[in-house]
């Protein structure tokens, strides 16, 4: 019976890729922020987070009023622990 291991088989992968991280699952602990859930914090959804736009403009490296997952994590500054 090796069609019933076959099928099992596809079903756990099937299960797998029917899970993927939403986008705002990016910003890890900010992740909350984007609310729209498209991987990127407006000043808007910064600002319904009762964040201080302030902060904001820091992490907001190249100055387009959005941030995105990479600008978030770079604030960490070189050299940290990798795994
Ligand atoms: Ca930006």
């Known amino acids: 019976m090796s069609l019933a291991i076959l ?4 079903g756990v992968a099937g299960l797998a890729n029917t899970h993927p991280l939403p986008p705002s699952a990016k910003f890890g602990a ?3 922020i984007d609310t729209s859930n498209d991987g990127r914090i407006s000043v808007a959804e ?5 964040r201080d736009p302030a902060a904001m403009a820091k992490l907001d ?8 997952p ?3 994590k770079s604030r960490r500054g070189g050299g ?3 795994e």
């Open 61 to 68: 490296k190249n100055h387009d009023g959005v941030l995105e």
């Open 30 to 32: 900010l992740a909350a």
């Open 7 to 10: 099928s099992a088989a596809l």
């Open 70 to 72: 990479g600008e978030v």
């Open 80 to 82: 940290g622990p990798r």
């Open 46 to 50: 910064w600002r319904a987070a009762g």
